[in-house]
Nanobody
Framework: QVQLVESGGGLVQPGGSLRLSCVFS????????MGWYRQAPGKQRDLVAS???????NYTDAVKGRFTISRDNAKNTVYLQMNSLNPEDAAVYYC???????????WGQGSQVTVSS
């Protein structure tokens, strides 16, 4: 069982930045990949960014060049740096990890990101 705890959401003005953090339990070597989804009101949950164990990354087109996913293996933490935020980025952001051996998905509790002037 992997547990994930998110932090870092909040209110930011258009053009501003936020960094989300997600601390997960267990060993990084038990993880197949990790990343972030977001869900706006009335919409489905969509993948924002992901990172494989080997370090390769993937971003949805809407955030390329503005968001960066990274991780700190020593701290069992994955980050999402979000720059040049716009109102369309407002959503609840969920971190996830996919277990290496079972391919089971585990989710964080969600972090609200609000972009408004």
């Amino acid at each position: 069982q992997v547990q994930l705890v998110e932090s870092g959401g909040g209110l930011v003005q258009p053009g501003g930045s936020l960094r989300l953090s997600c601390v997960f339990s267990g060993s990084i070597f038990c993880i197949y990949n990790m990343g972030w989804y977001r869900q706006a009101p009335g919409k489905q949950r969509d993948l924002v960014a992901s990172m494989a164990l080997g370090g390769s990354t993937n971003y949805t087109d809407a955030v390329k060049g503005r968001f960066t996913i990274s991780r700190d293996n020593a701290k069992n933490t994955v980050y999402l740096q979000m720059n040049s935020l716009n109102p369309e980025d407002a959503a609840v952001y969920y971190c996830y990890v996919k277990a290496r051996w079972t391919r089971a998905d585990y989710w964080g509790q969600g972090s609200q990101v609000t972009v408004s002037s």
